[in-house]
């Protein structure tokens, strides 16, 4: 029955000290919840909110691979209505680059949950940790091993002194039961009576424990023994023993404070931010691609249109040969000519057509997650026309290098990595500081049991009935204190200079690099502005270059209608106009492409074609209605 009553004690424990670990658990989890908030992704898991979750493991979301509704929806007689706004729209749903850009987000928030945890943060993509900080714990401070107040009572030991070093920060708690029947062969029969001692011993303890950022580290254990043996002079038989081991550390120097343990949490929250900007820098350049698709495939339309009228000409030419030798006012040989220029015309739209169908395939791959039957089978008609030519497509250059430094990830990301270095910077110089920590214990010790009382010659003659609850409640009447200080000094500490020194250099280093990209960045701007100006100087040459070849192939043409040209004359003002009007096609092509390098370079191209980054994160699209005051539309 006293056995039953003492399990009974030693689970009632081991059950609190568990939901006192749940509960612990689930505080810790909203600790620092608006600090480490900082990214929008609609993906979120966290840990901690019930006991059996912490074991269980997680499910996470795959990435649909299929296309979306939408690009079915503008297939419209075997053919796929496209416009510009629809393919950013398409983008945004369907391209693998920025679905593979997503998952950035998440495990920037899973790393933030690990350092949560006292783990080491693994950054981001293009993300830089510092070599000189620790490879695992929390910080500076290198939390580690196990607590000594814990152990010693698990074991059954009253000898605890203080609570060590204990991993930051997630609390642990623990059960232990050991059972234990041994006989010893004695030489002597004066101590115990008996010349073979046996025993049956039982020890059970429960423990509980954690660390915090602030270099303290606590535990609390309480233990218990029942033994029987066949000793003669034993005082309980069973003996009951009890003991309670309460230990505190707390770092002073080194390892004190959260700038010092801290430091991969800090980190890892700012890569929240680094994530985000690494993958508004991935859009960026999804959708510059998909705008330079977009226009290359107007462009290459723009050449089948060129090619087909060129064949036009080129067969009204060959008809009007015809009737000429028919009525004996031209030679055969004018004829041969005719439809020799228009053969090649003919391989010349054959050329445009296939460079079309090309184009059309790499934009279906750009907006679809797979090319079905049904998406191969259909031609792409592309609805809008390219960027006519304005006066304010771009900002005057100090407006543009102001707009590039404030807008551009890639500076963005290098002020972020700053920020970290000084963070790491921040634990280093903690870290060169001696060890000093204090310490305090609370470990006082029980024994009970059925006490023997003996007569002179040592027979038990009655007992006296004990058990755990009077083990337990002599612990107050038996106290064992300590409490002290431990000082440790590196005489030379060549590995924390190294450290700091190489943190130092890493800054450095980075300081340098965000120069150079402050200077590409403003070369980039430079050069896009450059393009843009001259790309629109060419239209406008070209334009003037394809009126002045038509007025001549009319010239010619009226006259070779009055018997004053020649076919081959004609056929040279056609080249001349069909050359003219493809070179103002490639101008204008080229001005596209500018205009998406200079929104690229500034990083506006977001913003020039009203995307939102959240549907970016989210694979969904919001149409900006040209209506003022109409709400927007979320196509799915």
């Given at each position: 029955m006293r056995l039953n009553r003492f399990r009974c004690w030693l689970g009632l424990l081991g059950l609190l000290a568990i939901a006192a670990a749940t509960m612990n658990a689930q505080q810790a989890q909203g600790t620092r919840t608006q600090e480490l908030a900082g990214n929008t992704s609609s993906f979120s898991y966290e840990s901690g909110t019930s006991l059996l979750r912490a074991y269980t493991f997680p499910y996470i979301p795959s990435e649909p691979l299929s296309n979306s509704p939408q690009l079915y929806e503008l297939i419209r007689d075997g053919?796929?209505?496209?416009?510009?706004?629809?393919?950013?729209?398409?983008?945004?749903?369907?391209?693998?680059?920025?679905?593979?850009?997503?998952?950035?987000?998440p495990l920037a928030q899973l790393d933030v949950l690990r350092t949560k945890s006292g783990g080491s943060a693994q950054g981001v993509q293009g993300g830089v940790i510092s070599n000189g900080l620790p490879t695992g714990g929390s910080g500076a401070s290198g939390f580690s091993g196990t607590s000594n107040a814990a152990a010693g009572a698990s074991s059954g030991s009253s000898g605890a002194t203080n609570a060590g070093s204990i991993d930051c920060c997630d609390p642990f708690a623990g059960f232990s039961y050991g059972w234990n029947y041994a006989q010893t062969p004695l030489n002597y029969t004066a101590v115990v009576g008996q010349d073979v001692e046996s025993s049956h011993t039982a020890t059970y303890?429960?423990?509980?424990?954690?660390?915090?950022?602030?270099?303290?580290?606590y535990s609390v254990?309480?233990?218990?023994?029942?033994?029987?043996?066949?000793a003669l002079d034993s005082l309980f038989n069973p003996a009951i023993g009890t003991g309670l081991a309460i230990g505190l550390d707390q770092h002073l120097l080194k390892g004190f404070g959260y700038r010092a343990n801290a430091v991969y949490i800090r980190i890892a929250r700012n890569d929240l931010k680094v994530a985000d900007s690494v993958f508004r820098q991935q859009v960026i350049t999804s959708v510059a691609n998909v705008l330079s698709a977009y226009y290359t495939l107007l462009a290459d339309k723009d050449q089948v249109r060129v090619a087909e009228e060129a064949i036009k000409n080129a067969q009204e030419l060959v008809d009007d040969d015809k009737k000429g030798v028919e009525v004996g006012l031209l030679a055969p040989l004018d004829v041969v000519q005719a439809e020799s220029q228009l053969a090649n015309d003919q391989a010349t739209l054959i050329m445009a057509q296939t460079t079309y169908l090309q184009q059309q395939e790499v934009l279906k791959t750009m907006l679809s997650k797979t090319v079905d039957s049904r998406l191969a089978a259909v031609q792409i008609d592309s609805t809008d026309q390219l960027p006519e030519p304005r006066p304010d497509d771009v900002s005057a250059l100090q407006e543009a290098l102001k707009e590039a430094v404030q807008n551009r990830p890639e500076i963005e990301q290098d002020q972020l990595y700053l920020r970290n270095q000084q963070y790491s910077i921040q634990a280093t110089r903690n870290g060169m500081l001696p060890t000093l920590d204090a310490f305090a214990s609370y470990a006082p010790t029980g024994l009970s049991g059925i006490k023997l009382l003996r007569d002179h010659q040592g027979n038990v003659i009655s007992t006296v009935p004990g058990g755990l609850g009077d083990s337990f409640s002599s612990l107050s009447t038996r106290p064992n204190y300590s409490v002290g200080l431990t000082f440790s000094v590196p005489l030379r500490n060549r590995a924390q200079q190294a450290n700091a020194a190489q943190a130092l250099v890493e800054q450095h280093m980075m300081e340098t690099s965000f120069q150079q990209e402050k200077n590409q960045v403003a070369q980039d701007v430079r050069s896009a502005e450059i393009a843009v100006i001259q790309a629109k100087a060419q239209i406008a040459a070209a334009v003037q270059a394809r009126i002045y070849a038509q007025q001549a192939l009319d010239g010619e043409v009226k006259k070779f209608k009055t018997g004053t040209s020649t076919t081959l004359n004609v056929?040279?003002?056609?080249q001349n106009l069909v050359t003219a009007e493809g070179s103002e096609a490639k101008a204008r092509a080229t001005y596209?492409?500018?205009?998406?390098?200079y929104q690229q370079a500034t990083a506006t191209i977001l913003d020039a074609h009203h995307i939102i980054l959240e549907d970016a994160k989210t694979g969904h699209y919001t149409r900006v209605p040209n209506i003022p005051g109409v709400p927007s539309v979320s196509n799915q």
């Open positions: 053919k796929l209505e496209l416009s510009l706004e629809d393919a950013l729209a398409l983008a945004l749903q369907n391209n693998l680059d920025i679905a593979l850009g997503r998952f950035k987000l303890s429960v423990f509980y424990g954690q660390g915090f950022l602030s270099g303290t580290s254990s309480m233990s218990a023994q029942r033994q029987t043996t066949n056929i040279l003002e056609q596209a492409s500018a205009l998406v390098q």
